[in-house]
């Protein structure tokens, strides 16, 4: 049984969705103000963690730290420069045969992976 969604996770959730692309909370709670939809930062991040707990929007951490969220409809995948930071995002993904092997001899629900590749970018190396 799915939980029953705040009014500010929703509003979270449509936006994620509408951006399709990864963003900080606190560029999330910036874009929510540019679009008048006052939120506090506090609330932005308890939402981000409900949302997340229940499996609707996936977090990765960047090499500086810094964590960011998508909505799971872009389940993407990413080569990282640990130098300048540059995410560039990839199509290819070999472990979705993997992780329903996994949730067939675990019975485990997954709800998303990340996969990550750490190196230099063209422009670093």
Do not use: W
Request: a positive charge; charged letters at 25%.
């Amino acid at each position: 049984m799915k939980a029953q969604r705040t009014r500010s996770q929703e509003r979270i959730l449509i936006l994620l969705k509408s951006l399709n692309r990864s963003i900080s909370a606190q560029d999330l709670y910036i874009e929510l103000r540019n679009r008048e939809q006052d939120m506090g930062l506090a609330t932005v991040y308890r939402s981000l963690e409900a949302l997340k707990l229940q499996g609707e929007v996936q977090v990765r951490t960047l090499a500086n730290g810094e964590s960011v969220y998508s909505s799971l409809k872009s389940d993407r995948h990413h080569l990282t420069c640990v130098n300048c930071g540059v995410s560039l995002p990839i199509d290819e993904c070999p472990v979705h045969d993997l992780e329903k092997q996994l949730e067939k001899s675990h019975t485990f629900k997954v709800y998303y992976h990340t996969l990550e590749f750490f190196g230099l970018c063209q422009k670093c190396s």
